[in-house]
């Protein structure tokens, strides 16, 4: 019978990983809202978001390695604006919790 282990029995100490936030995922011309505080970041890594901010004329379309940041606290409203699924993330601010 064969005992050995293909790890080490005895815990080792080492540095926490590094905390970050969940990658999101938005399926082609699907709406999600969000209410997001001021000075909260999203960040686009694949495909497309057409971005809608309460009191903002201007709509804004993010491309992957493009963010945005929260103008105003309130409601954003985002939709997948390509083909294939949009992933992104949001950060929010440092002073509400934020990494």
Do not use: K, N, Y
Not at 17 to 25: D, E, F, I, K
Not at 39 to 59: K, N, P
């Amino acid at each position: 019978m064969d005992t050995t282990f293909p790890f080490s029995p005895v815990a080792r100490r080492s540095a926490p990983a590094p905390v970050t936030p969940p990658l999101q995922r938005l399926a082609p011309h699907a709406v999600l809202p969000l209410r997001l505080p001021r000075g909260a970041r999203i960040a686009v890594s694949a495909g497309r978001l057409w971005l809608t901010e309460t009191g903002d004329l201007d709509d804004h379309f993010l491309g992957a390695g493009e963010c945005h940041v929260v103008r105003r606290g309130g409601q954003v409203l985002l939709e997948g604006d390509s083909a294939r699924l949009a992933e992104f993330e949001v950060t929010l601010p440092r002073r509400l919790g934020g990494p």
